[in-house]
Structures are given as structure tokens and as C-alpha cells.
């Protein structure tokens, strides 16, 4: 069999493999910082080099920001096209003083890669390089259309990326695509992600007197908007840890008896998760278990609040102004504009005399909640039992991912595959970033098997 030959290649090449995956993590390409721009373009053209090396066409796409790898290699005009997308740009490095080594000087110790980006996302987008290789280097040619698309901007929300898209909509018109920036349920546990989290996050501003007061002089006669925006965020949840704005849970799609017996089925270990985490216990919604609650369920929090003094020792003021940041986590049915509406409507409502209440809306994500039946998805379960040894489960994903619904929405895509080759404990956005190297072989194996498993009987 053309895939088994594939696979040998693979498995034979693995020391070469890491090497140039070495050479591409030296690349400090953190986009967040205007110092590094050089470094970022050269990751992306470091990135298109390498894709004419290994077979495909490619060419840049410059934008306001940071520039769009384009490649491809579509010779099989009766084979379906797969879009792949990555991103070579990292997040920040910092603390550098928390790496146990430099965070651009890649070393490998215990069987991983420890660099900044080994893992998000450049360890797993490289996979896909190498599988394309392999085959074209076996087989002489792939077995269906590939084409990809690989951002520098993803750790800065992507600002430029729609643009892009909307102007070569047609350049990366596909029939499924496939995205590895995650990670596996667990060590040993390959996932594919059919259902993410949407995101509604808003700013709660809170203005009283013109400046800040002393306290003993005008206490008791003028309202503080410290003491009011916490009257307000009290009652934004209620005692139990639901969620107290009225509509809030009006529009969720509940969890089917069959999702909550798969969930109950996965190999989640509370005791260990609250010692990692140095709590007594989990909380939340009292009729849902953990993992319900981390993955599948509508939440409300608190990430941030300021006003008045908080330095050292003591200032008795009365602060001119206070505030606050909410997220909120959605799950499929609920949309970051109605929910955002609720929230606005709420808190005005709550909002106590003799202070200014101003609420923004910072950001937003639409939940994602891929069809398990789709040919595609099934390809993939198989393609990742190929390369890992064993069947992958399928699981959500508590967080949000704004790049796959602006993918959705401008290329119309519905087969959406989301494999993640990372683990959990890899560290992302964290020093001592790490990508296992068995995780990053099996990768490359999933991938050529994808490949194949994707083209149409007979053609």
C-alpha cells in the first residue's frame, strides 16, 4: 500500500525532521512587538521557502501588518481541496527569567522540544510540511488539492487576516480545512474538537464626583464608584454559580444525553486537576459536571477590576472612578450581540444613584459546533488512529477560537477539522513552552494519512 510506504518515510526521517523544526523555532517572531517586525517577515518568507522546497507553489500576501503565506498544489481536478492553516507568528517570551533555557534557543531534554512557539503553533503546523514532503517524495504526487494559509497575526487577534480573505476568497476556497493549534485530551488521548466556546467580553466604566475626595471629609455624602461597581458585579451571578442575567440561558442548546455520557466516559482526573491548580474543590453550576462546566456550558467572569488606591500602606479617598472586564463564555444558540444586549440591559438596570454607568463591548466570538458525521470528520477519526496507534476521542473545547468562525463565515466551510498534536501540559503562552517529539512524529503520520484518507474512492 502507496500509504504504508509513506509512513516508513516518515518514521525514517524523524532526526531530520526535528533539526529543520529547530531551525525554525530560533525565529523570534513574537508579532506583538514593532522591534521583531523584521524577524516575523522572516518567518513567513522562511516558511514559504520552505514550502517550494518540499513541493508546493508559494508566494506572500502582504498586508497592513504582518504577511500571509499562500501555498498550494492542486493537480487532482477530480479530488476534493483541503485548506490547512497555521501561523508562525508566537506570543512574548516573557518572563524570560522563569525558561530554564533561552526561549529562541531550542534544546531538547526528556523528549520534547522547549522553545517558544514549539508547540503553538509552529511544532504543529510544520507536521503538515513534512507529510506533504514525504508523500510527494514517496508517491510522487499528493492524493488531493492542498492549499494553505499561514498568518502572522494570529497571537494579536488576526487583524488583518479578513481583508485577506475577503479579497482571495477564491485563492482558498476549499471543501474541508484543517487546523492544528490545540492539543489532546490528555497523553495518549488524541481529540478532534467539534465544539468551541463563543466569547462575549465587555467593560464596565463606573464615574462618580469629578475628582478623587478625601474620605473624612466628604464620606457619607457622595456615592463611591468603587462601593457601586461591586454591588453591581455581585449580582451578575447568583449564590449557586449560574449566571443571574435575565436571558441569559434562554437561547443554549442543552447537552444530549449521548454528550454527557461521552464526557462522563473521558479520562478526567478532578483530584489531580484541583492540585495542579492548588484548590480545595471545583465550583459552578450545581447540575453539571466538571467537565460539563469547563467545556460545554454558558459561564460569567470577573477578569478584572480597578479604582481607588492600591499602593502601599493607606490613603483614605473616595475614587472619582472605578471598572471593570466580564467575559462570558457561549455555547452553540447563544450570539456575543443578543448576550451582549442582555448583559448591557442588565447591568443598567443595576446601576445605583448618584453614579455613571458606562458598559463597552470589547470582543466577541460566535460558538462553533462541528457536524461528527461529515464525511470529513469521520476521515480525520481515521487518519489519527493511523498515526497515533489508537482512536481519538472527540471532545469541545472550553475556549473560543475567533479564526475558525471568520473561516467559516468567508469561505463558507462546514467540515472543519480541528486536531490538535499538542498536549495540555505543553505550556503554551507560558515559559518552557514544550511540544513532545513522539506528539510531533505521530503528527506527520495523522497528516499523510488525512491526505489520503480525504480523496474520493475510484478517482
Known sequence: MVLDTIL?????????????????????????????????????????????????????????????????????????????????????????????SPPFSPVIRDGYIYARGASDDKGQFFTYLKAIEAILAGAGELPINVKLLVEGEEEIGSPNLGPVLAANADLFKADAIAISDGSQFARGVPAITYGLRGLSYLQIDVRGPRIDLHSGAFGGLVKNPVQALCEILAQLRNPDGTVAIPGFYDQ??????????????????????????????????????????????????????????????????????????????????????????????????????????????????????????????????RAIATGFGTAPVFIREGGSIPIVNLLQETLQLQAILMMGWGNPDDGTHSPNERFRLQDFHHGIRSVAALLYELAKPGA
Open 252 to 381: 443554549v442548546l442543552e447537552l444530549q444525553a449521548w454528550e454527557r455520557n461521552e464526557l462522563a466516559a473521558l479520562p478526567f482526573a478532578e483530584q489531580e486537576l484541583t492540585q495542579y491548580l492548588g484548590i480545595a474543590d471545583l465550583s459552578g453550576e450545581p447540575d453539571f459536571a466538571p467537565l460539563e462546566r469547563k467545556t460545554a456550558r454558558p459561564t460569567l467572569d470577573i477578569n478584572g477590576i480597578w479604582g481607588g488606591f492600591a499602593g502601599e500602606g493607606a490613603k483614605t479617598v473616595i475614587p472619582a472612578k472605578a471598572g471593570a472586564k466580564v467575559s462570558m463564555r457561549l455555547v452553540p444558540n447563544q450570539r456575543p450581540e443578543q448576550i451582549n444586549q442582555l448583559f448591557i440591559d442588565h447591568v443598567r438596570r443595576l446601576a445605583p444613584e448618584g453614579v455613571k454607568v458606562e458598559v463597552r463591548e470589547l470582543h466577541g466570538a460566535d460558538p462553533v459546533l462541528v457536524r461528527r458525521d461529515q464525511p470529513e470528520v469521520q476521515a480525520a477519526v
Open 8 to 100: 516508513e518515510k516518515i518514521d525514517s526521517n524523524q532526526n531530520r525532521y526535528i533539526e529543520e523544526l529547530l531551525g525554525f523555532l530560533k525565529i523570534p517572531s513574537v508579532s506583538t512587538y514593532s522591534h521583531l517586525a523584521a524577524d516575523v517577515r522572516r518567518a513567513a518568507e522562511w516558511v514559504c521557502s520552505h514550502a517550494k522546497r518540499v513541493g508546493l507553489q508559494a508566494r506572500l500576501i502582504e498586508t497592513k501588518g504582518h504577511p500571509v503565506v499562500h501555498a498550494w498544489r492542486c493537480r487532482q481536478p477530480d479530488q476534493p481541496t483541503l485548506l490547512i492553516y497555521g501561523h508562525y507568528d508566537v506570543q512574548p517570551p516573557e518572563p524570560k527569567e522563569e525558561w530554564h
